[in-house]
């Protein structure tokens, strides 16, 4: 009688759900056959999309804080070329498994971002909802006037993406650390941004404290 394959370690498996993301591109795929006129480069567009994500956790009731952050990019391409000269910065606050099943994260905040959103001017260009066997997923997407996507999107785990839209490439030297939002510690584990920061993750500057928002973030930006 053949055995039944065991089941790897949670760890294992959560890795493998947030893996199965669907493909981020296409919060912008289509922004490239007719690309906008750039607004930030690319080390310029960090600050506002993170003051993007602390807005967004600033309306947030109760918020129980993000497990980690991501920086990365993607290529930004035309017709299947990449676009040379140019990527997409994305970044990607996670929460954890267990909040991300919540009714408050996967149902509320949804509703909380789509009014915040829509009353800040912002596009709503996705709102859909897909049922399967053990849950309801929904995906919300805003596009800013700036060109700056942002994506809740609450499946196994419920993630808040920010995309920058197409901008032009800087050089890695160039780009500065921006203390991450929702109660992730600033250069901690789960603080994933060190593959630009080859010598260190620079922490000198205090995080941004979701708890207790300030009326602006410029000064922590």
């Known amino acids: 009688m053949s055995r039944r394959p065991r089941p790897g370690p949670p760890w294992r498996r959560a890795l493998a759900a947030l893996a199965a993301l669907p493909p981020v591109r296409s919060i912008v795929e289509n922004l490239m056959d007719n690309p906008p006129e750039p607004q930030y480069t690319q080390a310029e567009a960090y600050a506002p999309m993170e003051a993007a994500a602390a807005d967004a956790v600033a309306v947030l009731p109760d918020f129980p804080g993000f497990k980690e952050r991501i920086w990365g990019e993607l290529p930004a391409t035309r017709n299947g070329i990449d676009v040379q000269g140019f990527t997409i910065v994305e970044i990607t606050y996670v929460f954890s498994l267990p909040d991300s099943g919540t009714p408050l994260v996967r149902e509320t905040y949804l509703d909380v971002l789509r009014e915040h959103w829509t009353a800040l001017g912002y596009t709503i260009t996705r709102d859909a909802v897909k049922e399967k066997p053990d849950r309801i ?48 510690r600033a250069g901690g584990r789960y603080d994933k941004v060190g593959k630009y920061f080859p010598e260190g993750i620079p922490v000198d500057r205090d995080a941004v404290d979701p708890f207790d928002s300030p009326d602006s973030y410029e000064d922590s930006l």
């Open 137 to 184: 997923d929904r995906s919300l997407v805003a596009i800013r006037p700036d060109g700056i996507a942002l994506w809740y999107w609450a499946s196994g785990y419920t993630v808040l993406r920010v995309q920058s839209g197409p901008v032009t490439a800087s050089e890695p030297g160039t780009i500065e650390y921006v203390p991450p939002t929702g109660g992730v």
